[in-house]
């Protein structure tokens, strides 16, 4: 594995503050959404900033790769190609799923959020399976970020940190630590962000997040629209405390403050950077491709490691003396410890119990190919589905949720996609009579239209819902939005009769 530049301090490039990202001094990188750029057609003022050294690093928000499906191979490429495109040292995502999953009953369900994957070995099998394909198809390296949750999963059998020190040790994966995240774990599932740090492998650390959010009613909304509270920067310090972080990057979605109040959030991180570092110093992939628990690729010839590795070994031998992952193509992969082994066409053995692996092309869950582990992912897929079903469609909360979080959850992500859209579709408020009125017609059809297509779909259906229902009650409203819909969904618009079976089969879903 080729050695990484460190980052440094930067800041999420957003369109709205291209202009003040552009010009903050001191700046050394920048983090962009990969769903909001076209590879061939960068913003001209990603150009600038790539023109000037600042470095870019792609950050994908939709990719699910905690759902119970395969990742996606268009959207693993989409990410690739970002990647390509901007240069990058290396490609984000998060530990969440965004969608219900094939292999559950029913319509294919959007969240437009992250949600939390149960820390359970199924959900971690189905993760690390996930992760592997994943790099597999990327041309640089992967690092997965800790999300922020409102809810908890009942019957979880690991704490965060062993979920993912366990993730590093069977995939290689890097961590990026989002410390606002492990505060609003903290205010809302009573998680100690102190414990989580010192469970977790920090030699694996990519990079931080930092980003302010809010409290209302006893939960901590991770809004991206506030200042940094001093309570993240406490969470910033104490990770600081143990390890001088490659890059820590500050995100800010909405809400966005004068120039001056972003330099100055930027100044109070470099602060909290300046103490003391811990005992190591720098994430291994930064030093040399050979420090512990980084992913090593061997053709033809033996790789060893002395302690809690993740290797990847092509026609020969390979042996880890501690917790380890084994992967091997025509050979053999030998643990002494227990051992995570994953084998194409050859044999793997582990002293230990074997989790996820591959066995010539097929999954295999301990010692299970084929029908076993995909019944593991269909576990893994109906329990997801229980769950988004319950927060986007109404259904009953399934068993041991908090139901009151759940509701909580629920109408913080029908007020998110109500945002999304009138920012997708800004005309919509002042056809229905201004915001308020808007966000009431939105909510009430959202409350049982889930998403299934994306925002620019839910645009068109929200439009579409209200047009069957003869509404706006002003006429000349209601031929505006005619209008609107006609021009964005094609030349000629559905029957009634059309638009009421969709209708039906929209409330039916």
Known sequence: MKPMAHLGVGIGWRPEIAGAVESLPGLDWVEVVAENICPGHLPESLERLLARGVRVVPHGVSLGIGGADRPDPVKLAALGER???????????????????????????????????????????????????????????????????????????????????????????????????????????????????????????????????????????????????????????????????????????????????????????????????????????????????????????????????????????????????????????????????????????????????????????SGAVGGEWDAVRTRVGIGQAALLSALVAGTPVPEGFDRQRVRVQARALAAKRAGVVSKLAPELPGILGGEDAYREAFLGYARHRPMTAGYRRDALDFAEHLLVRNLPADPAARRRLTLWWRDRAGARPPGRAVRWARALVGRAA
């Open 83 to 365: 990647a390509v495109a901007l240069g990058a040292p290396l490609v984000t995502e998060h530990i969440a799923f965004v969608r219900t999953s094939s292999v559950a009953p029913g319509p294919v369900l959007e969240a437009g959020h992250l949600l939390p994957v149960p820390r359970t070995r199924d959900a971690l099998d189905v993760l690390c399976a996930n992760v592997r394909i994943a790099q597999d198809a990327l041309p640089v390296p992967l690092a997965l970020e800790n999300i922020a949750a409102l809810v908890s999963w009942p019957g979880e059998e690991l704490t965060e940190g062993q979920f993912l020190t366990e993730l590093v040790e069977r995939t290689g994966v890097r961590l990026l630590i989002d410390v606002a995240n492990l505060h609003t774990n903290r205010v809302n599932r009573g998680e100690d962000p102190v414990a989580v740090l010192d469970g977790i492998p920090l030699e694996a650390l990519a990079y931080v997040h930092v980003a302010g959010g809010v409290e209302r009613g006893g939960v901590w909304h991770d809004t991206h629209a506030h200042p940094v509270p001093a309570a993240v920067l406490d969470v910033l310090a104490e990770l600081r405390s143990r390890v001088e972080p490659a890059g820590v990057l500050l995100e800010r979605d909405d809400d966005f403050p004068p120039d001056a109040e972003l330099a100055g959030e930027l100044a109070a991180i470099r602060r909290v950077l300046g103490g003391p570092a811990g005992a190591v110093p720098d994430p291994p992939f930064l030093r040399s491709p050979g420090a512990a628990r980084t992913r090593a690729s061997n053709a033809g010839e033996a790789e060893v490691g002395s302690g809690p590795a993740s290797a990847a070994n092509t026609g020969g031998a390979e042996v880890e003396s501690g917790p380890a992952r084994a992967a091997n193509t025509g050979g053999a992969g030998v643990g002494s410890g227990p051992t995570r082994a994953a084998n194409t066409g050859g044999a793997g053995v582990g002293s230990g119990p074997a989790r996820a692996a591959r066995v010539g092309g097929a999954e295999v869950e």
